[in-house]
């Protein structure tokens, strides 16, 4: 009795790996009922996902809240545990691929990648209940066993790749920060012609001297006292701390005049990897807070600084294991080793 009550789902069939599989559009309202939440108690290995991590749900949240009429967010794909019915439109070759898919009520439907989504839409539903009707795209496999489940979290987790820090900044335009420091490189000629943009590391033979996150995080400390201005008035301030910057490290300036490889550069000196920059962030952002009249004369000191990778002052402080450290602990020594040599 309980299987002839079933859903009717509008849904284009479509095949992978030689099997089927199912593409339709699923009201946000319905997610709760299609796909209520699953216990956790079993051990790992009989479960075909990972464990939902509930610390990531509000933030995902909150992004679709506060972004109510341009967020955008993939689809959920999942598998159907029961005997279903794909039911054409018509005989012709397209026609065949569009059709309703009937799925028993009783049938058990499992995430298989997605559930983050899933469980932030529900929370957002509760602060929002407009969003019931907007869609999301629901991918449905046939489920064959937890093995195959479990194969295929495997799968669709297998090449995805986080968004490189940089690559990130330059794509995002509804955060402020990101849009200010995207101003900021193209007010600074240096950094407009030299910033590697996509890539948060630069190859041996890259032509760029600094990347677009290293560049975000010094700008970022520079400004932690000025979050109360306007965007205009932070940029105009970072632009010019920066182009004092500049000015004061000559091989940049060759470097740009086409004078000296960015490469050679990069090999030789340690003023243009993201410590330095950071450091320089984070002093500029003491020096704006206790000396804004004269802070430009104070940065007069940085040309005396010996910033040769050959400098033996630098080892076992920022260079480490042959290469320029990125930790905390480095950073601290290398802000305090340039206050020292400015005298602050």
């Not at 009795?1 to 479509?14: A, K, Q």
């Not at 086409?258 to 993201?274: F, M, N, S």
């Not at 940085?302 to 320029?324: A, F, R």
Request: glycine letters at 6%.
């Amino acid at each position: 009795m309980i299987s002839s009550f079933e859903y009717s789902l509008p849904v284009i069939r479509g095949i992978q790996g030689g099997r089927e599989y199912y593409v339709s559009m699923c009201p946000l309202r319905l997610l709760p009922k299609l796909f209520p939440f699953e216990g956790e108690e079993m051990p790992v290995e009989m479960r075909s996902k990972r464990s939902l991590n509930r610390s990531r749900v509000p933030e995902i949240s909150n992004y679709i809240l506060k972004n109510p009429t341009n967020y955008t967010l993939g689809a959920i794909a999942a598998s159907i545990d029961a005997k279903i019915t794909f039911e054409p439109l018509g005989n012709e070759a397209e026609s065949r691929k569009i059709g309703r898919l009937r799925v028993p009520m009783d049938a058990i439907l499992t995430i298989n990648d997605g559930q983050h989504r899933r469980a932030a839409y529900q929370m957002a539903l509760k602060a929002n209940p407009e969003l019931g009707y907007e869609t999301v795209a629901l991918i449905l496999y046939l489920d064959l066993g937890l093995e195959r489940a479990q194969q295929m979290f495997a799968d669709l987790n297998r090449f995805q790749v986080p968004i490189d820090a940089s690559l990130n900044i330059l794509y995002e335009h509804r955060e402020v920060k990101a849009n200010l420091v995207k101003a900021v490189v193209q007010r600074v000629e240096v950094f407009r012609c030299l910033t590697e943009m996509e890539k948060g590391t630069l190859s041996a033979k890259s032509d760029k001297l600094f990347t677009l996150s290293s560049i975000s995080h010094a700008t970022l400390s520079l400004l932690v006292n000025y979050a109360d201005w306007g965007m205009e008035k932070q940029v105009e301030l970072a632009a010019d701390f920066w182009s004092v910057i500049c000015d004061l490290m000559a091989e940049w300036e060759l470097v740009l005049r086409g004078r000296l490889t960015a490469a050679k550069v990069r090999h030789d000196y340690v003023h243009c990897h993201g410590i330095a920059l950071s450091s320089l962030g984070e002093i500029g952002a003491s020096l704006l807070a206790v000396n804004a009249e004269n802070w430009r004369e104070c940065l007069a000191g940085l040309q005396e600084v010996n910033w040769s990778i050959s400098n033996p002052d630098w080892q076992g402080h920022i260079l480490c294991k042959g290469g320029v450290s990125k930790s905390k602990v480095s950073l601290g020594w290398m802000k305090g080793y340039l206050q020292g040599r400015l005298g602050l």
